[in-house]
């Protein structure tokens, strides 16, 4: 035993030293892009930045926290994540609990399945997608972010897999003692399934924050839009910014302003995944197993 230790050894350390590069490449332009952030405007406009701030300064932070359409765009983005991600879970575990089961207790199980394969593979587009949201007076409205998007088929499907390597005896003793469907599912299923529900939790936390498109689309208010549109068109266009802000801005790069804001963007992701990072593996493992 010892010497079969000793034989992996060398490979151990390469495998640390990888993993150690790839985390390093992946940290390293976060770290950069703080860093010119935190510069002064001469040596960010002339890309002398590289991983220590040159003449620091946060006027770049400054002047983005006194605007009030960022704070409003990152409440609206605040709003969606918790809406659209309690509805997600939500029907994300409704959906998959009968699934996970067999056909024999659940007749059409297999139909079910198709289509939400289906559903993944082929979509009405985006034209009608936004005649349905108009029709049904969703537009410029919350719900016209989160509800196209309520059952993530991606995470159901994850999620049936995972249920269905939970023990069957449990389900059988618990009807044995009276207990309904329901109750198995909120006693027994969910508090077992807390990996996988924390993988696509997180799922959908990052994809309703990240998203800008839909926001773009649905949104003709620019006092609603979430904070990736409102990121999006501000770097794009500036049409947001007063007449006051920009003579802020004038006293900064772009690429410093560009840099606090992405920054600020990515804060809240960055926050809560460490969180939910030890559930991650295990729940997108076992869901991810077919049985």
């Not at 006194?66 to 939500?90: D, E």
């Not at 499907?157 to 198995?184: C, T, Y």
Request: aromatic share 12%; proline share 5%; net charge positive.
């Amino acid at each position: 035993m010892h010497g079969r230790l000793n034989r992996m050894q060398p490979f151990d350390i390469f495998n640390y030293a990888g993993l150690a590069i790839i985390s390093l490449l992946c940290l390293l332009p976060i770290w950069h892009i703080a860093m010119v952030s935190l510069s002064g405007e001469g040596p960010a406009s002339k890309f002398a930045v590289g991983l220590w701030p040159v003449e620091f300064t946060a006027d770049a932070y400054g002047t983005i926290l006194r605007m009030g359409k960022f704070w409003s765009a990152f409440g609206m983005s605040t709003l969606r994540v918790a809406a659209g991600g309690l509805l997600n879970l939500i029907l994300t575990i409704m959906m998959a609990y009968p699934l996970s089961k067999e056909s024999a207790y659940f007749r059409g199980r297999n139909v079910y399945i198709w289509f939400l394969v289906f559903t993944m593979l082929f979509s009405g587009g985006l034209i009608p997608m936004y005649m349905m949201i108009n029709e049904l007076n969703l537009i410029n409205t919350i719900w016209a972010l989160v509800l196209p998007g309520a059952v993530p088929v991606f995470n159901v499907i994850l999620m049936v897999n995972f249920m269905r390597q939970l023990p069957k005896e449990l389900e059988e003793a618990a009807l044995v003692d009276g207990a309904s469907q329901l109750r198995i599912m909120t006693s027994i299923f969910v508090p077992l399934s807390m990996p996988v529900i924390a993988t696509v939790t997180l799922f959908s936390v990052v994809g309703h924050w990240n998203a800008w498109f839909d926001g773009l689309i649905y949104m003709n208010d620019t006092s609603k839009y979430p904070l990736q549109t409102y990121l999006h068109v501000v770097l794009a266009s500036r049409n947001l910014i007063n007449a006051d802000q920009q003579t802020v801005m004038a006293s900064l790069t772009n690429r410093t302003s560009i840099s606090a804001q992405i920054i600020l963007a990515s804060l809240p992701i960055l926050v809560v995944y460490p969180f939910l990072q030890r559930y991650f593996i295990h729940g997108i493992v076992m869901g991810s197993v077919k049985e």
